[in-house]
Nanobody, 121 residues
Framework: QVQLVESGGGLVQAGGSLRLSCAAS????????MGWYHQVPGNQRELVAF???????NYADSVKGRFTISMDNAKNTVYLQMNSLKPEDTAVYYC???????????????WGQGTQVTVSS
C-alpha cells in the first residue's frame, strides 16, 4: 500500500556530514508525520528525529544541534541532514511514515528498508 525508499547512507569520517532522504509513495490519503529511527545490532530501535505535516520537529538529545530534519510535503519526502557526525552515530537508519491510506481508517507506521551509516574515527 505504501512504500518508503531511502537513500544517502554511507561511510564518513568523524566530523563529516551525510544527508539521508526517504520518499513515500503509494496509497496515501494523509501523511501525518515522517521521521528516522536508528538501530545498532543488539539494541532496540531508537528515535532520532521526526517532523509532522505542520512542520513541528522533535529530536533525540544526542543529535540536537547536529542533525536537521525537513520534509517536502509535495514530494512526500523527508530529509535528515547529519552534520558533525560522531562514531557513536554509526547505525542502520530507518525511515518511517505515519500514513492514513484512506479516509476513515486509523493511521499506521510504514517503514523503509534501512540504510547503513558508518562514521569512522
Amino acid at each position: 500500500q505504501v512504500q518508503l525508499v531511502e537513500s544517502g547512507g554511507g561511510l564518513v569520517q568523524a566530523g563529516g556530514s551525510l544527508r539521508l532522504s526517504c520518499a513515500a509513495s503509494g496509497s496515501i490519503y494523509s501523511l501525518n508525520a515522517m521521521g528516522w529511527y536508528h538501530q545498532v545490532p543488539g539494541n532496540q530501535r531508537e528515535l532520532v528525529a521526526f517532523i509532522t505535516s505542520d512542520g513541528d520537529t522533535n529530536y533525540a538529545d544526542s543529535v540536537k544541534g547536529r542533525f536537521t530534519i525537513s520534509m517536502d510535503n509535495a514530494k512526500n519526502t523527508v530529509y535528515l541532514q547529519m552534520n558533525s557526525l560522531k562514531p557513536e552515530d554509526t547505525a542502520v537508519y530507518y525511515c518511517y511514515a505515519d500514513v492514513q491510506y484512506r479516509e476513515y481508517v486509523v493511521s499506521r507506521y510504514y517503514w523503509g528498508q534501512g540504510t547503513q551509516v558508518t562514521v569512522s574515527s
